[in-house]
């Protein structure tokens, strides 16, 4: 719903769309993939593995830039993103995360800038990190109202304690379905992101109704 409909199915989706690529993450202990926040909010996003298959364990075979055909596979296209961004030959591009808190819950993050992209050695293998650094500048044409784009200043431990203290569900309503990071006291206006004090949970006709209100 967030994405207009459209079906998030893989982890890494550059360029799915016009303006912007998608990527889901998880700190979770037992996330497929060792994916960090680091200093400044910055993320250390883990490539993508091989395609499954009965001939290797894909955890145990370095992760792929090309398909066997040669195509670029989602590290190859985060990969060269990143070189012609740090050569001076494009932009950063923009990258919008949706980080996993719990099975079936997502936080939309808001957009970053990838600005790096690298290769390290495991004990088994080659994988492949990027490195996503905050964006508050990115505001693309789909945005319906500037407070729902202030979701990615509000830290992941913020987001996990207003989830948890608002049981997951719309402080008015009670809906659990399409809910979103409020603040209570407008960013615009002053308003924190770092403390859960001033950030509730609402679903999207409240949220809206709110931004109707006062926009």
Not at 122 to 150: G, I, Y
Request: with cysteine.
């Amino acid at each position: 719903m967030q994405e207009g409909g459209l079906q998030i199915q893989k982890g890494m989706n550059f360029g799915i769309k016009k303006n912007y690529s998608i990527v889901l993450m998880s700190t979770a202990k037992n996330a497929p993939y060792a994916d960090s926040l680091l200093e400044g909010g910055i993320i250390e996003y883990e490539g993508h593995d091989a395609i499954k298959s009965t001939l290797y364990n894909k955890k145990e075979v370095d992760q792929p830039a090309r398909t066997r055909t040669g195509n670029l596979t989602e590290n190859g296209k985060f990969l060269r993103a990143s070189r012609e961004y740090k050569a001076g030959l494009k932009e950063a591009a923009n990258i919008k995360v949706y980080r996993k808190i719990k099975p079936g819950t997502w936080v939309d993050m808001g957009f970053y800038s990838l600005i790096d992209g690298y290769e390290v050695s495991t004990e088994k293998r080659k994988v492949f990190k990027f490195l996503l650094q905050p964006n508050d500048q990115f505001e693309p044409n789909t945005s319906d109202f500037v407070d729902l784009a202030h979701n990615r200043q509000i830290p992941g431990e913020v987001q996990r304690e207003v989830y948890e203290r608002d049981g997951g569900k719309c402080c008015l309503c009670g809906s659990e379905e399409n809910l979103h990071f409020d603040h209570i006291l407008a960013y615009s206006k002053g308003g924190s992101s770092k403390v859960s004090s001033n950030i509730r949970l609402l679903c999207a006709k409240h949220n809206l109704e709110k931004g109707a209100k006062f926009g």
